[in-house]
């Protein structure tokens, strides 16, 4: 009995100081340790030279990061990438640098503030900043610029698991609304050589995404610039939104669908790629994203049936959740 509730009192101090973890991740990620490692193994010396530091302090992060596998260091003082440091270089195809530098900033504020928003129902990000969360993006390029980046680092495991989990072969044109870069439906396009696809975001965005989706794919991907408050194209038959909905409050959510429900034509279908909560008391990353969404967006998650009611509100009709190898799944709709 004293072993199992020693063994309890060790995870929970591993939960009470896991913004131990998460801040020194930040400190490297920022610093931009890991693309100076992955060069070649370095001493701290080194490190510190390349990054403006203080090498006595920069070990001790170093230090503790290798404790829990992110680096490891040589017999002779030199570090090394693990797995898990890779992931934190510029140039992973599934890098998190820019996912770690966003939750280690502005999402870390909201988060401090989580305290005021279980109070309130306000974000904790407006509290601490005066505005809300994408308000606050339009007029601060450099933190857009890495919510974007982070973005697409995380939502690339759930992007290719979409693409490996769902048939698209029955779509002639598939408009990714709030496609940002357009990942996802460059996925897609590649996979599916004779759809085409609308990309739809922000002006600006779309702008950014124009530089970056490859020549041949904006030939069969018409990139739209707009506000999907107000409308979004029309001329495809299949709809898709990822991690859009859950990103706004209920009314904004609604909004947003009914938007897209005065474009989809009457055979059409919706996809809604989000993460779906689980029954109560199973483990589920979701539940923690909510209230990245409680403090920071102002967004929540749902379950299943959260999703068919809110369809339901919104003209649609929800035929299928299909789970996916990622903690997103495809949500299936079609109009009524």
């Known amino acids: 009995m004293v072993a199992q509730t020693q063994n309890i009192a060790v995870q929970m101090m591993q939960m009470i100081t896991g913004y131990w973890i998460s801040r020194s991740l930040y400190i490297v990620a920022k610093l931009g340790v ?10 701290v010396e080194e490190l510190a ?7 006595p302090s920069l070990y001790r992060v170093m230090r503790a990061l290798n404790s829990v596998g992110v680096f490891s260091e040589d017999a002779n003082g030199y570090f090394h990438l693990t797995p898990q440091a890779e992931l934190l270089t510029t140039s992973h195809p599934q890098s998190m640098r820019s996912l770690t530098i966003m939750f280690g900033e502005e999402t870390y504020d909201g988060w401090v503030q989580l305290m005021h928003a279980v109070k309130t129902g306000e974000t904790g990000f407006s509290n601490a900043y005066g505005e809300e969360f994408f308000p606050y993006l339009a007029k601060n390029p450099e933190v857009s610029r890495i919510f974007g980046e982070a973005m697409t680092g995380y939502v690339a495991q759930t992007h290719q698991a979409v693409l490996e989990s769902y048939d ?4 002639r044109v598939l408009a990714d609304i709030g496609g940002s870069h357009g990942t996802l439906i460059s996925l897609i396009l590649r996979r599916y050589p004779d759809m085409r696809g609308i990309l739809f975001d922000q ?3 779309i702008e950014e995404a124009k530089a970056i989706m490859a020549p041949e794919l904006q030939n069969r991907c018409e990139l739209v610039g707009g506000d999907f408050f107000q409308s979004v194209p029309q001329g495809a038959d299949t709809y ?3 991690s859009i909905v859950h990103d706004w409050d209920e009314a904004r959510g609604i909004q947003i669908l009914e938007t897209v429900r005065k474009a989809i034509p009457d055979d059409g279908k919706l996809l809604l790629v989000e993460t779906v909560i689980k029954a109560p008391n199973e483990p589920d990353f979701g539940k923690l994203l909510d209230l990245t969404m409680l403090t920071v967006t102002g967004g929540l998650e749902r379950d299943a ?4 009611d809110v369809l339901a509100r919104t003209g649609f009709q929800m035929q299928d959740v299909i789970s996916t190898a990622s903690p997103g799944s495809i949500i299936e709709a079609t109009p009524v």
């Open 49 to 55: 030279a390349a990054t403006g530091t203080h090498a």
């Open 305 to 308: 049936d959260g999703y068919a």
């Open 240 to 242: 898709m939104l990822s």
């Open 168 to 171: 698209f072969s029955g779509t």
């Open 203 to 205: 002006p600006h965005v």
């Open 34 to 43: 890991p693309d100076v490692v992955a060069e070649k193994p370095v001493t």
